[in-house]
């Protein structure tokens, strides 16, 4: 399994996945699961997956496969004219993947995958979307400005509770490591090290990227801080009155 986070703020989007996979307790791999295709001036798109390793593999392979040689395998990501048609194609090439498994007598549930995508193309502004295995997908709003993929349960209380759309980027890291390290504690299929990443609206190139490590002092400060602040709101909180009727 794992734990993926797509944030659309004022100030542009930020992204955050873990990077273990696990077929059982006792076969647990780091994988890459964000990608980043950019052209400086013209558009930046990064694309964060959850579910089965093989699929989402696949789904990359041919889409940086169609980079290369785009007049003979095209449509290729960078000839895409919106976040839209973007995400058009993404979903066709999952829906496609997820076909040739089902077309070769293999359970086709069993090889899903979600993917979250989120960049922008000059001429637009940047968007984010949530692509379903089935090839469709939906975008955010303010409504709704983030999706999370994977395990998702432990770590969206705090999101929900905090997150504000004027978040500053550094903000917006801290409040995902909290996120991500409830997560961590509830659930080993999730781990580190952990790949972050942030797009400026309109900047049209590459922003800040890290992969934050198990042993990182700024998570480490987060992960006890968090557990601190926890319990002392734990005590805060007023007791229980036992009353008899």
């Known amino acids: 399994m794992t734990y993926c986070v797509g944030l659309k703020l004022d100030r542009g989007l930020v992204f955050m996945s873990d990077t273990r996979t696990n077929a059982g307790v006792d076969n647990i791999s780091t994988f890459k699961k964000m990608y980043t295709w950019a052209k400086t001036g013209d558009r930046v798109i990064t694309l964060i997956s959850s579910g089965n390793l093989a699929t989402t593999q696949a789904v990359i392979s041919i889409l940086n496969e169609r980079t290369k040689e785009p007049s003979e395998r095209s449509p290729s990501i960078y000839e895409m004219p919106s976040m839209f048609q973007t995400a058009r194609l993404v979903g066709d090439t999952i829906r496609h993947v997820i076909d040739e498994v089902d077309s070769g007598g293999q359970r086709a549930d069993s090889f899903g995958a979600s993917i979250i995508l989120g960049g922008q193309i000059k001429g637009g502004d940047p968007r984010l979307f949530l692509i379903y295995p089935e090839g469709n997908f939906i975008e955010a709003t303010p409504d709704t400005p983030f999706f999370q993929i994977g395990e998702h349960k ?92």
């Open 154 to 245: 432990y770590g969206k209380p705090i999101i929900v509770r905090s997150y504000d759309p004027a978040l500053t980027f550094e903000e917006a890291t801290k409040l995902l490591l909290v996120s991500f390290d409830s997560t961590l504690k509830s659930n080993l299929s999730v781990g580190l090290p952990l790949d972050l990443q942030f797009y400026e609206s309109d900047s049209l190139k590459l922003g800040f990227e890290k992969r934050i490590e198990r042993h990182d002092p700024y998570y480490e400060m987060i992960s006890d801080g968090w557990s601190q602040a926890l319990k002392l709101a734990f005590q805060s909180l007023p007791p229980f009155e036992i009353k008899n009727d």
